[in-house]
């Protein structure tokens, strides 16, 4: 018998690919960012611009944040717990701060990997954080845990221990390395498209265009799904179900475009 949804996704491809947040189930959502290959074109467009930010990390970050919020999910549900390892990284790290430990150092001079993240997470964040979890297990509520693959430093080595007999979704949210890669604009009453590498754009005067009130920066996510299937054999000789879906990131606003 399956477990009873309790909340829904703020993505409706989700809710038809996972049929919504279930019960005892823990949502991975991991952001890959891939590097690209040459110049990033994007930013060459948009370099006589005044940005308030055109580092691709930065902005895909917030994008992510931005995405773990829209689940409109607070303090008060009981059932449902948000671990976005992003803003954990930030509270662990101004704890070593406060208690003046140069956490750097010691994980530069640490060469048992595993000695060190046994103590880069013996500290209060990650307790209260184990004791939220345990509260949710006992209400076989849902964890979503939103982490980030870029390769900064020690974050990606923060870690909260979660239910080992839950059910588990992983999403893989893909981007590029690049500002963004499309841009839309309203010329003439009409709005236009020009998609990376913005040959059309470049033939025009872009930095007048590029001024206007309408114009979007979009950033292309693609989110792949991986689930589990109801027969074992299937696990034990690698063999998953797949779906897969593209959704656009508007990176003046942070924020994944509604449909």
Known sequence: MDNKIIHTFPLEELNLILGGIKERTINYFNLIIRKVDGEDESFELIKNQQLRETDPV???????????????????????????????????????????????????????????????????????????????????????????????????????DTPKDFAENNIMVNADKVLFDNVIVKIDNG???????????????????????????????????????????????GIYHYYSFMRRANILCGEIEKK
């Open 58 to 160: 930065i902005v895909l970050r917030e994008v992510f944040n931005n995405f773990a919020k829209s689940f409109d999910i607070t303090k008060n549900d009981e059932s449902l717990l948000i671990i976005n390892y992003l803003k954990i990284a930030k509270e662990v790290r101004r704890y070593f701060q406060n208690i003046e430990v140069d956490i750097e150092s010691i994980y530069e001079d640490h060469k048992d990997i595993y000695d060190f993240m046994e103590y880069l997470n013996d500290n209060p964040i990650i307790k209260d954080l184990e004791k939220k979890v345990a509260e949710v297990t006992e209400k076989n509520g849902s964890l979503i845990i939103f982490n980030v693959t870029d390769g900064i430093s020690f974050d990606e080595l923060i870690y909260v």
């Open 191 to 237: 709005f236009h498209q020009y998609p990376y590498p913005f040959t059309g754009l470049k033939e025009k005067n872009y930095n007048e265009i590029l001024c206007t009130k309408t114009l979007r920066l979009y950033k292309t996510l693609s989110f792949d799904v991986e689930l589990d299937d109801d027969n074992p054999e299937f696990g034990k000789n």
